[in-house]
């Protein structure tokens, strides 16, 4: 499923982005490009950052 249409990104490639160490907002950008094109993906993106980066921490507290 495609998170960013502009940049034709997808869920999988945001999640591979966060898991390869990308932990901002401007990392995902930086290596997959979702989000440079209209912008209308940043809170999906930001999203899943939030449920990636909080969910090992969630469990190990
Ligand atoms: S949908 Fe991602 S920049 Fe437009």
Redesign the pocket.
Known sequence: MY?????A?TEAEVRGCIAAGACTLKDVVTRSE?????????GKIVALLGAELSGPLQRSA
């Open positions: 998170v960013c249409i502009c940049r990104v979702a989000g440079t094109g209209c912008g209308s993906c940043v």
